[in-house]
């Protein structure tokens, strides 16, 4: 929607197509996401300690981590997983845990890689974008710096 918005206010006579870059600026921001919320101090302080592992979201890291643990170590994740679901939140040492897990697993390192990897496909759907205008956008290459990991 915000991609059709754009192109029907767009002053440009040859407007450019958004969907993919919206498309792929959605999912590097979601797994960027993901990743800080297990891996920043930063976001640990705003939002608090591994809050996804609260909301119960099967994110990339945790689907990682549950795919290439030992059989043995991914049944104790899930258990783990399981029983926040059903407390509702899980306690700072239970997180911790899980965190630990996810980390022996290469999860978070997996997560990391692929944020990179999106990122550049982003960077590399603005230059289709800027080619298809025919200038620049600085204050689009602002906001990614911004929010690169």
């Given at each position: 929607?915000?991609?059709?918005?754009?192109?029907?206010?767009?002053?440009?006579?040859?407007?450019?197509?958004?969907?993919?870059?919206?498309?792929?600026?959605?999912?590097?921001?979601?797994?960027?996401?993901?990743?800080?919320?297990?891996?920043?101090?930063?976001?640990?302080?705003?939002?608090?300690?591994?809050?996804?592992?609260?909301?119960?979201?099967?994110?990339?890291?945790?689907?990682?981590?549950?795919?290439?643990?030992?059989?043995?170590?991914?049944?104790?994740?899930?258990?783990?997983?399981?029983?926040?679901?059903?407390?509702?939140?899980?306690?700072?040492?239970?997180?911790q845990l899980i965190l630990d897990?996810?980390?022996?697993?290469?999860?978070?390192?997996?997560?990391?890689?692929?944020?990179?990897?999106?990122?550049?496909?982003?960077?590399?759907?603005?230059?289709?974008?800027?080619?298809?205008?025919?200038?620049?956008?600085?204050?689009?290459?602002?906001?990614?710096?911004?929010?690169?990991?």
């Open positions: 929607m915000l991609a059709r918005l754009l192109e029907a206010t767009s002053p440009l006579t040859h407007k450019p197509n958004l969907h993919s870059l919206i498309t792929m600026l959605g999912r590097a921001y979601a797994l960027r996401d993901d990743y800080m919320n297990l891996a920043s101090t930063e976001y640990t302080q705003t939002k608090g300690f591994c809050e996804d592992l609260d909301e119960g979201k099967y994110s990339l890291p945790v689907i990682h981590a549950l795919q290439n643990l030992p059989g043995p170590r991914a049944l104790i994740l899930s258990n783990m997983l399981t029983q926040r679901r059903v407390s509702g939140k899980a306690s700072p040492d239970h997180k897990m996810l980390s022996e697993a290469g999860s978070v390192a997996h997560t990391l890689d692929v944020v990179r990897l999106l990122q550049d496909e982003v960077d590399r759907e603005i230059e289709v974008v800027e080619r298809q205008t025919g200038m620049e956008n600085l204050q689009l290459r602002a906001v990614i710096e911004l929010i690169r990991v």
